[in-house]
């Protein structure tokens, strides 16, 4: 009886040492130390041919739903595209007009255009979903120039960032993780306001001002502040609001992407080769004022 | 005590082979469509079906060895699944409530009681770690999925001994 006692005291025991063991591993993982960083990019480069490899007949099965689907909606389809097509036509006559007067405009001003260079464009190897994080893994790495902190995008908009780095391999922070926040505004009417993931389907609006008023529809796009993301890439576009939190859906689908495009973003390059973020004010040639200047030096 | 060594070595490592294939699985689920939100936990579900079935019992070392590996390859936050499994295990073996439900409403009830319970302590961490409250329809959908996708597998297990048994009977 008391052998059994103590041997029930000595399994609580062992079980809540484990348990702290764990609540201490999530706080040394919280802690993001370069080694644990690398073992995990390793980890990814190593299973990654493997995870490829499983995931066909997921991608197979998701092609034949989507051949299904397309199939039974073709003629609904057919008459939404014709009419989409009209409308196309005419924006098109006007952008062309506006975008004559733009490129004029710009000329006049020698505005100086910000491009991203694309560094490499990629396949998505897998994307893990779970509850506790979103992120997906690309087959290019070090090798083809890619490196940490890099913006991630599709065709339709941004996708995420780089966060970690293996040879052949790299994992990518999607928009939607609970850690991923990305500094945008509002482009109808211009407010500035924070685009947070909250490890769901959409996209939180914080840090709005309360005298802001965005529409139902209205697109996000980045606004190139804290220069992580450059500006005027694609977030999303708010779909709904409720108690007084507007959600935005990002444009790029996670699930329907395929292959991704890794940009160079030349705002977070020239912030990394100035000293400071806010460099310190060159000393200037004072003003000659009647007995101040020699107390100051 | 060499045959024992050998035959411990075998059970995990065919474990070990179970747990990856079940891994990737889990995260191939994520290219469908129909799992926008979340993917279910594949993983669980076997983990829970070894430690239920399987005659040895696993290593609670073992169990925190898989998480870890498994936030690793994902690039989760380290620890969080190896926590997620060792209550898994905990409350799927240790509690004397555990038992009970067995016994009164089976191996499905007693699989979501553990999983439930399991996955709301490890969100309340997750929110104190992060600071930050996740998306609570994602964490519903996800105990959704995966609470039906446990009679699935269940189903797909027992098919071998069905047919075996309509074999054996004719």
Known sequence: ?297 | MEKYNSEFFFNNLIFTLIILVASFLQISLNFLSFFVISQPYILAIVLFLTIRRVNYELSSILIILYGLLYDLITGGLIGIHSLLFLFLKLFTLNLSISNKILKKYGEWFLFSFSYIISLLIMKVIFVIVNFKFPDIYAVMFNIGTTLLLFPVILFLIDVPKIVLKVFVSK
Request: hydrophobic residues 40%; proline residues 4%; glycine residues 8%.
């Open chain 1, 1 to 297: 009886m008391l052998f059994e006692k103590s041997k029930l005291y000595k399994n609580k025991l062992f079980n809540s040492l484990l348990i702290l063991i764990c609540l201490i591993l999530i706080f040394i993982g919280k802690l993001d130390l370069i080694a644990l960083r690398n073992l995990s990019s390793f980890l990814t480069d190593f299973f990654s041919p493997i995870s490829n490899f499983v995931s066909k007949p997921a991608l197979e099965l998701e092609n034949v739903i989507k051949d299904v689907q397309s199939a039974t909606f073709l003629r609904d389809e057919n008459i939404k595209l014709k009419s989409e097509n009209r409308r196309l036509k005419i924006i098109e006559t006007k952008l062309a007009n506006t975008e004559s007067e733009l490129i004029e405009l710009k000329k006049l001003l020698n505005f100086k255009i910000n491009r991203n260079k694309i560094i490499f464009t990629g396949r998505v190897l897998n994307i893990s979903g779970g509850t506790f994080a979103k992120t997906m893994v690309i087959n290019g790495g070090s090798v083809d120039g890619i490196k940490k902190g890099q913006p991630v995008i599709s065709s339709l908009g941004l996708v995420g960032s780089v966060i970690s780095v293996g040879p052949s391999s790299s994992r990518v922070l999607l928009t939607i993780d609970i850690n991923s926040m990305i500094p945008s505004y509002l482009t109808q009417s211009g407010w500035p306001a924070i685009a947070q993931g909250e490890n769901g389907k959409l996209l939180k609006l914080r840090f709005l001002s309360s005298e802001a008023k965005p529409i139902i529809g209205e697109i996000i796009e980045t606004s190139g502040h804290g220069g992580v993301f450059p500006s005027g890439v694609n977030v999303g576009k708010i779909i709904s609001m409720s108690n007084g939190n507007y959600y935005v859906q990002p444009l790029p689908n996670p699930q329907k992407l395929r292959f991704v495009s890794i940009i160079s973003n030349s705002d977070l390059e020239n912030r990394k080769k100035s000293k400071g973020f806010a460099p310190l004010q060159e000393n200037q040639n004072k003003i000659n004022l009647k007995g101040f200047n020699k107390f100051s030096n």
